[in-house]
């Protein structure tokens, strides 16, 4: 092998594009499975972002199910998920575009054609009740004055209406479960001002003879209760995942009623519902549950005892685990690890013998390009510890001038209840190929580390988030593993909120990327979707009661305290942060005479989803940091507009 070439870091040449990653980068997610075929649902931005359910039967024959223009995405709660539904040989899943839901032949053949009307209803994580020759779905109503109302409903598959209401009154409702024999149905709800992950209950009801459901009992979940994932075992017990404990484990109802922790751990069973149809565990029989679990923010496959508590973990290579599913003698289920883009992996039950269907990513890359994560937990403010995953530069073709400190980037994760995964992303590896170092914050209020961790950033957003991402910073500018002088940040959503906070706010940053972020709370607490409306009150405190804690923490309103180059991009579609969030600030920091870009896409709503606008991002975003960063791209990028630099 050649010696390493000499070169600054940040100006090495890497064989990771960001025209690669762009067209090479699929959203997979909502694995399924039945005894015949696995599906998934592919986001292509070489098709402008559009999902594609696809479906590999057991010869490897692999179609996809819903032909173009139609898209399978429901927008429910804005974030989607649980957006199909296999019965049958037939699959019934949201159509992007009109928000009907359609049912498609499994195998692809045949004209794919609507069962429920045109109109203001959105559908969302349908099971099927077979017994009773129909659907159970969570449905938002979009036809009244004010927030969409939202129910469970059921749904005649041959007939276009828009469902009958079997519960609601409540502001939301997931995961419609069926028992075994068809007699209950189990199902989770909560209310404003609460988020799933902070308070969520679980209700069990009758399914009567005429279809409509019996009284509610409660199971489980409370006002300081998150409860999550019903799901009905073989031998008609109920199971679920709850952090009363302090961490999401899982608990067990059985049919007697008796409700009990089927193993109290330090461990995390399941994550933050942001989207319907999540998956962190399902049945191998009525004994054994197959599970993901976490600790310090890296996830297992593991198998549980129902009787013992015993957990064995699985050998596998994987640190990030969901969307998990048994059928039979196999489970399929969504994971990925430090060396390999998450994916679509069958697993034998009986062997452990496991296969890739599909990758994320399909980019060959050799190791010597890859930066492994480091896990790191640091100091911060109030004593307390945070956490995060630090990406060395790593190029086997370079090396850096004797005594040069590398660039560090700090990336922050959305939600802002969320993780950063261990999974390999390629848009880490973009920049850390390149000789910039990036550190991938868990902090305080992010999930994996349990309740009392994750609840940190009640009251306290753009204060403990802040502070950790910069004290993460500065921590290895300390231990010599970065230059000091040249610390950036970026994030997206939430994240970019935090990105505009720390350089507000806080010193120490030499220049930001906010993609979609949050300039301006108050506006996010009285524009945003119902999903959300109320999250802020946890995050920040009660609107308008604590206005004057929404105008202390919004950017925009102290931008006379910003001085640090910032790079902007939005999605002119964006209905959960809207376009003028980033606009105002755009505005304004022209104005002051901060050098300041901005990039809009049109046709893009809350994260970009089409190959040449990922792509354009990366590389602007690269770009714009090496002018402020003082290094040379060994790359030619289109230029970017930046103002009054």
Request: aromatic share 10%; proline share 7%.
């Amino acid at each position: 092998m050649p010696k390493p070439r000499i070169a600054p870091y940040g100006s090495w040449k890497s064989p990771i594009s960001a025209g690669q990653i762009a067209a090479g980068s699929l959203r997979l997610g909502e694995v399924a499975a039945d005894a015949r075929a696995v599906y998934w649902i592919e986001g292509r931005p070489a098709e402008g972002g559009r999902c594609v359910i696809v479906r590999r039967d057991a010869d490897g024959t692999v179609r996809d199910v819903n032909p173009a223009p139609l898209n399978a995405r429901t927008r429910v709660h804005e974030y989607g998920g649980g957006s199909y539904l296999l019965a049958a040989g037939e699959v019934i899943f949201a159509n992007f575009a009109d928000q009907r839901l359609v049912r498609a032949s499994a195998d692809g053949t045949g004209e794919p054609s609507p069962i429920t009307p045109a109109g203001p209803w959105r559908y969302a994580d349908m099971i099927l009740d077979a017994a009773r020759g129909r659907m159970v779905c969570v449905r938002e109503d979009h036809s009244g004055e004010g927030e969409p109302v939202n129910a469970i409903v059921a749904l005649d598959p041959a007939g276009e209406t828009p469902g009958r209401i079997l519960v609601g009154g409540n502001d939301f409702y997931a995961s419609p479960r069926l028992s075994p024999d068809g007699r209950l149905l189990a199902y989770q709800t909560w209310s404003h001002p609460h988020m799933p992950w902070e308070s969520a209950e679980i209700f069990v009801a009758e399914v009567r003879a005429d279809g409509t459901l019996g009284e509610s009992e409660h199971v489980a979940g409370g006002p300081d209760e998150s409860t999550v994932q019903p799901r009905w075992a073989p031998d008609g017990s109920l199971c679920f995942a709850c952090d009363r404990s302090g961490w999401w484990n899982l608990y067990r109802r059985g049919p007697d009623g008796r409700l009990a922790c089927l193993l109290e751990t330090d461990a995390e069973f399941a994550g933050p519902q942001w989207v319907f149809g999540q998956a962190t565990y399902d049945f191998i029989d009525a004994g054994t549950i197959l599970c993901a679990f976490g600790r310090d923010g890296l996830w297992s496959l593991g198998r549980l005892d129902v009787a013992t508590g015993r957990l064995e973990r699985i050998d596998a290579p994987y640190t990030s685990v969901d969307n998990l599913h048994v059928v039979g003698r196999r489970a399929v289920f969504f994971a990925g690890s430090p060396d390999e883009a998450a994916g679509v992996v069958e697993m034998d039950l009986d062997t452990g013998n496991r296969r890739v269907l599909r990758l994320s990513g399909d980019l060959d890359i050799d190791a010597g390009y890859i930066s492994p994560p480091e896990p790191v937990t640091f100091p911060t403010t109030g004593g307390r510890d945070a956490h995060g995953l630090f990406y060395a530069p790593a190029n086997r073709d370079f090396a850096a001038p004797p005594g040069e400190k590398p660039p560090l980037l700090v990336m922050v994760h959305g939600g802002p209840t969320g993780a950063a995964r261990t999974a390999l992303r390629l848009g880490i590896q973009y920049y850390t190929s390149r000789g910039v170092a990036v550190l991938d914050v868990n902090y305080g209020g992010s999930t994996g580390y349990g309740r009392a961790y994750r609840r940190q950033l009640e009251g306290q957003w753009g204060v403990v988030d802040v502070d950790d991402c910069v004290a993460g910073a500065q921590y290895l500018a300390d231990a010599g593993r970065a230059d000091g002088r040249r610390l950036a940040i970026t994030g997206g959503s939430a994240g970019g909120y935090t990105v505009l906070a720390a350089l507000t706010f806080r010193d120490g940053f030499a220049a930001g990327a906010s993609h979609y972020g949050v300039s301006d709370c108050e506006a996010l607490a009285t524009e945003t979707h119902k999903f959300e409306s109320r999250y802020l009150d946890s995050l920040i405190g009660p609107y308008p009661a604590r206005r004057d804690l929404y105008i202390e923490r919004s950017p925009i309103r102290h931008v006379e305290r910003l001085a640090c180059p910032v790079i902007f991009f939005q999605g002119l579609e964006d209905k959960i942060v809207p376009p003028n969030q980033a606009e105002r600030m755009v505005a304004a920091l022209r104005d002051k005479g901060v050098p300041t870009a901005y990039l809009a896409f049109a046709g893009e709503q809350h994260g970009f989803r089409q190959a040449d606008n990922i792509r354009r991002a990366i590389e602007a975003e690269f770009l714009f940091f090496s002018r402020i960063l003082g290094f040379t791209p060994a790359d030619a990028i289109e230029p970017v507009e930046i103002w009054n630099l």
